[in-house]
């Protein structure tokens, strides 16, 4: 029963929530306030999202307006979760984000050892952005503290251990972990057990 898991305040609390929800984001199942959306036109929603508390999401495109977020269906993000999107972010479908997570498709300058390089003498705010796409495929499982950088796809129902950091893609079936996260187990479909890779 409701009532024996939460307090009346926290019942105030989730009415409040669902009441502002079905106001500002009538397709979402509940988001818990406060919730800083900075962009609001550049994201595309998808139905049913549950959100917890803190979350900051951004889509700021450079140059032309477009959709630079694209979040699918029955998509949980946790307290604290930070999404920033200047090129393109897509999360798929039933994806669950545990909290204080950050994914972000830009940075403040280019490291990569080519031409473009930052200079370390210019302040990092002052930076050119570097941006490049970031994929979150359908039935994805990302843990707490997770960092998900500019250019990494992250495949079909991966799990992503917690405080990991996604430099490089990540395959499909796989549940990776460390920083930089590396696959550790694969899902085999024959034998449905997760192995040892």
């Known amino acids: 029963m409701l009532s024996e898991k939460y307090t009346v305040r926290d019942l105030l609390y989730l009415?409040?929530?669902?009441?502002?929800?079905?106001?500002?984001?009538?397709?979402?199942?509940?988001?818990?306030?406060?919730?800083?959306?900075?962009?609001?036109?550049?994201?595309?929603?998808?139905?049913?999202?549950?959100?917890?508390?803190g979350c900051r999401i951004e889509a700021i495109p450079q140059g032309i307006s477009k959709v630079t977020l694209t979040i699918?269906?029955?998509?949980?993000?946790?307290?604290?979760?930070?999404?920033?999107?200047?090129?393109?972010?897509?999360i798929g479908n039933n994806v669950l984000l545990a909290s204080k997570i950050y994914i972000s498709d830009c940075t403040h300058g280019?490291?990569?050892g080519g031409a473009d390089d930052s200079d370390p003498t210019t302040p990092p705010i002052k930076r050119a952005y570097t941006c490049k796409p970031v994929v979150?495929?359908?039935?994805?499982?990302?843990?707490?503290?997770?960092?998900?950088?500019?250019?990494?796809?992250?495949?079909?129902?991966?799990?992503?251990?917690?405080?990991?950091?996604?430099?490089?893609?990540?395959?499909?079936?796989?549940?990776?972990?460390?920083?930089?996260?590396?696959?550790?187990?694969?899902?085999?479909f024959e034998t449905k057990k997760w192995e040892k890779i």
């Open 110 to 112: 280019s490291y990569s």
């Open 72 to 90: 699918g269906d029955d998509v949980q993000l946790n307290d604290y979760v930070h999404i920033t999107a200047m090129e393109s972010v897509s």
């Open 15 to 53: 009415i409040m929530c669902i009441v502002r929800t079905k106001v500002f984001y009538p397709s979402a199942r509940i988001i818990r306030f406060p919730f800083d959306v900075r962009g609001k036109r550049h994201i595309q929603w998808g139905k049913r999202l549950t959100t917890g508390k």
């Open 136 to 188: 979150v495929e359908d039935n994805v499982w990302i843990g707490e503290f997770v960092s998900i950088l500019p250019g990494v796809t992250i495949g079909v129902g991966s799990i992503i251990g917690a405080n990991s950091v996604v430099t490089k893609n990540i395959p499909p079936y796989v549940i990776a972990v460390g920083a930089p996260a590396l696959p550790i187990k694969k899902y085999n």
